[in-house]
């Protein structure tokens, strides 16, 4: 469907972070057992698909916590692999460390200003971003998030919030990623998501990051980390 693809016009390929939700919500369907934990490589472009095909197993664990895996194919040839921890310890006490910084609120933020070409209703049209916070020579890069459908903040949505990292940093932009961690600590109601992201180093061709996920009330709701590919002609 196209709201969940990104691309121009023509050329549409399904964002990584949807495939990651996708594997998500079928491995939580498959076993009864909320997210903890999941790891996606992108192993071959999803341009044109018409199906994407999720087969999930459980390949380990204990009483508590299960370890499955899952792969995605698109006509039968492997496009994504992930790997997760499902399930829950209780009762467990529940303690978050890390705290929000002190950005803007959404309203009184800039609208994005990115300056891709994406196709009309595409995944592009699903959300608004506003930009809190912006200092590329720290690698810091902060941004309200919101779904224009009123989707709940949960694991999916923020799965694909996730893979937002590659605009997180000027020369990252137009480029692709090799991997995506994420881990969820809890949903939120419908609302903006604060998407902060610390990229750590750039070598290699490659830039890796991670990003911390917060609620409209400064609750941390999801971790996140990523290795891209850098464009071999940034977009700026």
Known sequence: MPPATVGPEGAPHIMGGVALAAAIDAM?????????W?????LSPTQHAEELHIACQQCGGGQSVGQWMAEANVNGRPTHRIS????????????????????????DCPPSDDTYQFADGSLHDQFE???ARREPDKGLNAVWVRNAAGFANDAAWLAIISDFFLGGHPQSRGGFSL???FRFVQSAPAGWVLSVTQMGAMGKGVIHGQAQHFGEDGQLLALSSQTG???RIPQG
């Open 84 to 107: 997760a921890s499902l399930g829950a310890r209780e009762p467990s006490p529940a303690q978050v460390f890390a705290a929000m910084p002190d950005v803007p609120a959404p309203g």
């Open 229 to 231: 590919v850098l464009p």
């Open 38 to 42: 999941a790891n996606i490589q992108f």
């Open 179 to 181: 991997d995506a961690n």
């Open 28 to 36: 939580e369907l498959a076993s009864g057992e909320p997210i903890l």
């Open 129 to 131: 971003m506003r930009i």
